[in-house]
């Protein structure tokens, strides 16, 4: 019998299938005519309820008094399950965040995705809104930054 593959080799070939088959429904979706208002708007839906359900939860993680801290540790989690890697700032009550690797973005690419139809950044956008939300309710998140719009990286400015 071969051995096995560690846990965390197999949690990363599961996201880079996961994130591939998300790129290429969309692209698939494209091709077949299908608006791309009617995508994005059901990708973000769909994102969102997931930033939702990540907020529930870590709740009993950080218990009712969520800081600015416990916000950047959620984020960085969230950031590691999606295989993102980005750098944080934490300045009084606002965390800067630059996306320094995405492979999201890196689908797209690869399978030639048009600029208007990388979904990746809006989905991240609602995700993460609704996660921070979730745990705050006047966490406020933005991207400053969009690298499917021609930015050389995503940035991110979240504030409670």
Known sequence: MEPALPVEELASQRLKIMVYSYSLFTKNLMEEGVELEKVKKASDKTWAILGQQTAEQLKPLFGENVNIEAIQ???????SVH?????EEISGNTIESKVTKCPWQA??????MPG?????QSGHLAFTQNMYKGLIPNAKYELTEKMPSGDQICVGRTSI
């Open 116 to 120: 208007d139809w990388r979904l990746c």
């Open 107 to 112: 689908a797209n690419l690869a399978i030639d």
């Open 73 to 79: 540790q959620s984020g960085a989690m969230a950031t």
């Open 83 to 87: 295989g993102m890697e980005m750098i």
